[in-house]
């Protein structure tokens, strides 16, 4: 059933427009109050939200929403979207809430949901909430006596820098280490600093100024230039750049270099297994990251199983199989000993930990295998089912034939846009552009 309202991350969209109105808002914390309404007690939520300008307008219409159905709402101001998780089951919240669109440009706004145990909302239980914000919900609302109180948390943030502190080996501290930390004017401008600095680095921040328009705006995870001169200009031994709501992680090297998701699961799969704490052997990221990254765990004698894209799909699976590493080549790092979603903060961490415990430079101990070549392009189609098409499945089938055992070759709709997007790899460069071409030439023509 094609959803209306929740895409692979909570509800998205620019902001005051649909969905993301006060009005909708509003009816999800109505519809979210009464889905977690269980037993006599009193119930309460654990809102958090990003730097965006629209949060204070979203934030309101929820608090509005949940109040109305008789949940109490505390409220953390500015905080990673991981700290929501962390807050709701340490805070034993029925629900919690991250008002946040991620590494979108401040324009956007999303509203992302957390149960009780800290992780995201299966599709069943966001189908259920979407089927009662397009109800009548008069009648649930709670009597005078019964409104829920709204008021804001003090301390949280020193909770969630303290979280991450002891996700590492009592002792270890990053003394000597010069490090450049790009915040994207987000919502980890005020922790991510402080970790670091309380854990003994010599810390130079960028993107700690919000203004409510500035976040994720020429900086941050998905413009890693401002960082990357900044770790030249200041002779950095690495460079942490977080996105809006600091649930993904680019590394930069000293010698000024990206280090993407992909990089970063192999450090940590490789260490882990070396003090024996990686579990089940392997890992788990998606159908889109590098190939290297399979061939080099292959090499290690670990596995590496693909999900859909998405992390929420990769926590999925990690807690299905019993994995406790995941994630996606974008930076979302999933570390299960330690958190129910990404987390960018707590994974520079663990990568800095690596770097300190090698002694070694970042560009040595996080480059660990050479990426093959990989192309995504997209193509927009102007309705139907162009996947269906025997044109395009004949394509599809020969790219694959062309690739062998030797790439990949991945096609899928866009959640949010009339795109499909084409993505191969493998050895040959231009075998692999070939390959895309044809198939977005084929969905082109099937698209006019």
């Known amino acids: 059933m094609a959803r209306k309202y929740f895409g692979t991350d909570g509800i998205r969209g620019k902001a005051n427009a649909w969905p993301i109105t006060p009005e909708i808002a509003m009816k999800v914390g109505m519809a979210a109050g009464l889905m977690f309404r269980n037993g006599d007690h009193r119930h309460r939520v654990m809102i958090g939200k990003d730097t965006r300008l629209s949060g204070y307008m979203i934030e309101n219409a929820l608090v509005a929403?949940?109040?109305?159905?008789?949940?109490?709402?505390?409220?953390?101001?500015?905080?990673?979207?991981?700290g929501v998780a962390i807050l709701t089951r340490s805070m034993r919240c029925d629900i919690g809430v991250m008002i946040s669109a991620s590494h979108n440009a401040y324009a956007d706004n999303g509203i992302k949901l957390f149960g009780p145990d800290g992780y995201k909302l299966s599709d069943d239980v966001e189908q259920k909430i979407e089927d009662l914000l397009d109800e009548d919900l008069s009648s649930r609302l709670a009597t005078s006596a019964e409104l829920g109180r709204a008021r804001r948390v003090e301390g949280t943030l020193q909770r969630y820098v303290e979280y991450a502190k002891r996700t590492l080996p009592r002792g270890l501290n990053f003394e000597g280490l010069r490090v450049a930390v790009d915040c994207s004017n987000g919502a980890a401008?005020?922790?991510?600093?402080?970790?670091?600095?309380?854990?003994?680095?010599e810390v130079i921040s960028l993107g700690v100024e919000p203004n409510g328009t500035n976040i994720n705006k020429d900086c941050g995870s998905t413009n890693t230039n401002a960082l990357r001169r900044k770790v030249r200009e200041v002779r950095a031994d690495i460079g942490i750049a977080l996105d809006g709501d600091a649930d993904r992680v680019i590394i930069v090297d000293e010698k000024s270099n990206i280090i993407d998701g992909d990089q970063l699961m192999a450090v940590v799969a490789q260490s882990w297994k070396k003090h024996g704490r990686l579990e089940k052997d392997g890992i788990v990221a998606?159908?889109?990251?590098?190939?290297?990254?399979?061939?080099?765990?292959?090499?290690?004698?670990l596995?590496?199983?693909?999900?859909?894209?998405?992390?929420?799909?990769?926590?999925e699976h990690m807690r299905a199989h019993g994995f406790n590493v995941g994630g996606e080549q974008s930076g979302h790092l999933v570390l299960s000993d330690y958190s129910t979603t990404g987390d960018g903060l707590v994974a520079a961490l663990q990568i800095l930990a690596v770097v300190a415990e090698k002694g070694k430079p970042v560009s040595e101990v996080c480059h660990c295998f050479e990426p093959v070549p990989q192309l995504l392009k997209n193509v927009r189609f102007s309705g139907g089912e162009p996947l269906e098409n025997e044109t395009v499945k004949e394509a599809i089938n020969e790219g694959k034939a062309l690739l062998g055992n030797n790439g990949r070759l991945v096609i899928r709709k866009s959640g949010t846009e009339p795109l499909?997007?084409?993505?191969?790899?493998?050895?040959?460069?231009?075998?692999?552009?070939?390959?895309?071409?044809?198939?977005?030439?084929?969905?082109?023509?099937v698209s006019v």
């Open 189 to 201: 401008y005020k922790v991510a600093p402080e970790a670091l600095w309380e854990l003994g680095a």
């Open 303 to 315: 596995t590496l199983e693909r999900t859909q894209v998405g992390d929420r799909y990769v926590v």
């Open 65 to 82: 929403g949940f109040t109305s159905v008789g949940v109490d709402v505390l409220l953390s101001g500015p905080i990673p979207t991981p």
């Open 286 to 301: 998606t159908v889109m990251s590098n190939l290297g990254l399979e061939r080099f765990l292959k090499d290690e004698n």
């Open 420 to 445: 499909i997007r084409v993505m191969a790899e493998g050895d040959d460069a231009s075998i692999i552009e070939g390959v895309v071409d044809d198939v977005i030439g084929a969905v082109s023509t």
